[in-house]
């Protein structure tokens, strides 16, 4: 009786696994190195966004003193208007008994206009300072969203990258990496 071809079937079955595990494992190191990537770069994408906000609240909180000053000084530049006015009344009453007004009435009069002038000044320059520190805080907060809504592509993309492991799935990894560079794309734009 001839021989029967003998057919290792053990070792078959072996190079089979083999097979699999080498293709499988590339793929899996692929979708591991992309997700390391996008970990790496939500992360820093994470911090920008967060120095970004504070940054924001910093201006805000700076605007908001900056307002409470010029407040004050348009509060004071009134006071001093008030108080010229009362110098012209008391003018107006000594001319009234048909007698001349002290010089001291007139000199305070001047006083008070050029304090108050004076006043306006600061206010102004406040007033632009605050608008300044405004904008800013404006321009932050736009840049702030860029970084945060990168951080959320990234997030995405990891999680399909997790899914694609999972399955092997390769265009569920291609989805990923479109996340992914979308997220670096809008990340570059808010470093711009």
């Given at each position: 009786?001839?021989?029967?071809?003998?057919?290792?079937?053990?070792?078959?079955?072996?190079?089979?696994?083999?097979?699999?595990?080498?293709?499988?494992g590339?793929?899996?190191k692929?979708?591991?190195?992309?997700?390391?990537?996008?970990?790496?770069?939500?992360?820093?994408?994470?911090?920008?966004?967060?120095?970004?906000?504070?940054?924001?609240?910093?201006l805000?909180?700076?605007?908001?003193?900056?307002q409470?000053?010029?407040s004050?000084?348009?509060?004071a530049?009134?006071a001093?208007?008030?108080?010229?006015?009362?110098?012209?009344a008391?003018?107006?009453?000594?001319i009234?008994?048909?007698?001349?007004?002290?010089p001291?009435?007139d000199?305070?009069?001047?006083?008070?206009?050029?304090?108050?002038?004076?006043?306006?000044?600061v206010?102004?320059?406040?007033e632009?300072?605050?608008?300044?520190?405004n904008?800013?805080?404006?321009?932050?907060?736009h840049?702030?969203?860029?970084?945060a809504?990168?951080?959320?592509?990234?997030?995405?993309?990891?999680?399909?990258?997790?899914?694609?492991?999972?399955?092997?799935?390769?265009?569920?990894w291609?989805?990923?990496?479109?996340?992914?560079?979308?997220g670096?794309?809008?990340?570059?734009m808010?470093?711009?």
């Amino acid at each position: 009786m001839p021989e029967e071809p003998e057919v290792d079937i053990d070792r078959l079955h072996e190079e089979i696994h083999e097979e699999v595990a080498r293709e499988g494992g590339l793929l899996l190191k692929a979708i591991a190195l992309t997700t390391a990537l996008f970990a790496a770069l939500a992360a820093v994408a994470a911090l920008r966004a967060g120095g970004s906000i504070n940054e924001v609240l910093v201006l805000k909180t700076e605007a908001t003193g900056l307002q409470a000053e010029v407040s004050d000084q348009w509060a004071a530049y009134q006071a001093k208007g008030i108080k010229s006015g009362l110098q012209e009344a008391a003018a107006s009453a000594w001319i009234a008994l048909g007698k001349a007004p002290p010089p001291s009435i007139d000199s305070e009069r001047k006083r008070y206009a050029r304090e108050q002038a004076d006043l306006a000044r600061v206010a102004h320059a406040k007033e632009h300072e605050r608008d300044e520190k405004n904008v800013e805080a404006g321009r932050l907060l736009h840049q702030h969203h860029r970084f945060a809504n990168s951080v959320a592509l990234f997030q995405v993309a990891i999680a399909l990258g997790a899914v694609a492991a999972l399955t092997r799935i390769k265009p569920v990894w291609y989805g990923s990496i479109a996340l992914g560079l979308s997220g670096a794309a809008l990340f570059l734009m808010a470093l711009a």
